[in-house]
């Protein structure tokens, strides 16, 4: 099996074993994202503190910018918590304005981003800009 995608082949041998799924198989698109931005040279540093004393993080920071990345990926969630619930919401809402008000430029990211290369797409143009 590849590292970042099932192929048709994975999928029907996986599922020859008859072994029962407890639980739903999740894919892991921040991996794949780092895998994307790593095999075009972007460095990033995960889990960016970017507004101390808040102790803020953004899920990665395109290294020698002021290039912020979000992933998204409770967006389709069945569960109303976290980032999908309101309050979730309205704490979003201040954090990415105040990434903004410091001079932060946000590129936000959902798993459709990742599978169709548009967050890198996007990540791309936003160290095209600011060269």
Do not use: C
Request: charged share 25%; hydrophobic share 40%; no cysteine.
């Amino acid at each position: 099996m590849s590292a970042d995608r099932w192929t048709a082949e994975d999928l029907a041998e996986y599922q020859s074993r008859k072994v029962p799924i407890s639980r739903e198989v999740k894919h892991d698109y921040k991996a794949e994202f780092e895998q994307q931005l790593k095999l075009v040279g972007i460095a990033v540093v995960p889990e960016f503190i970017f507004a101390p004393p808040r102790k803020w993080r953004s899920d990665w920071l395109v290294i020698g910018t002021t290039i912020l990345v979000e992933f998204e990926g409770g967006l389709f969630a069945k569960r109303k918590g976290g980032h999908s619930s309101v309050t979730g919401i309205l704490r979003d809402i201040e954090k990415y304005n105040a990434a903004a008000i410091g001079g932060w430029t946000l590129i936000r990211i959902a798993p459709n981003h990742v599978t169709s290369g548009q967050g890198l797409q996007w990540v791309e143009q936003a160290i095209g800009m600011m060269k």
